[in-house]
Nanobody
Framework: QVQLVESGGDLVQAGGSLRLSCAAS????????MGWFRQAPGKEREFVAA????????YYADSVKGRFTISRDNAKNTVYLQMNSLKPEDTAVYYC????????????????????WGQGTQVTVSS
């Protein structure tokens, strides 16, 4: 069982930046692939970014590519999402997710690929 706790959500003006953090409880966190997803009011949850266990492979949704950066610190059991040039359409609850990959090196982009989810953190971007 892995517990994930997101933090860093806030209200920010368009063009601003935020860094989200997701702290994991598991000592074996380093072998987990991690992902960030978001869900805006009235919309389905959507993929944002993913990272392999080592951080050597990352993948982004087209809507955030070039603006968001996913990274991880395995020594701290934490994954980050640096969000720059924020837009009102980035407003959503952001969730981190984890999947044990046993050091396979893969990343995952589908909701169903992940077994563990955090409770979410609200990001609101005002125009």
């Amino acid at each position: 069982q892995v517990q994930l706790v997101e933090s860093g959500g806030d209200l920010v003006q368009a063009g601003g930046s935020l860094r989200l953090s997701c702290a994991a409880s598991k000592r074996t966190f380093s072998r987990y692939a991690m992902g960030w997803f978001r869900q805006a009011p009235g919309k389905e949850r959507e993929f944002v970014a993913a990272i392999s266990w080592s951080g050597g492979a990352t993948y982004y949704a087209d809507s955030v590519k070039g603006r968001f950066t996913i990274s991880r610190d395995n020594a701290k059991n934490t994954v980050y999402l640096q969000m720059n040039s924020l837009k009102p359409e980035d407003t959503a609850v952001y969730y981190c997710a984890a999947r044990d990959t046993y050091y396979s090196g893969n990343y995952y982009v589908a909701i169903g690929d992940y077994k563990y989810w955090g409770q979410g953190t609200q990001v609101t971007v005002s125009s």
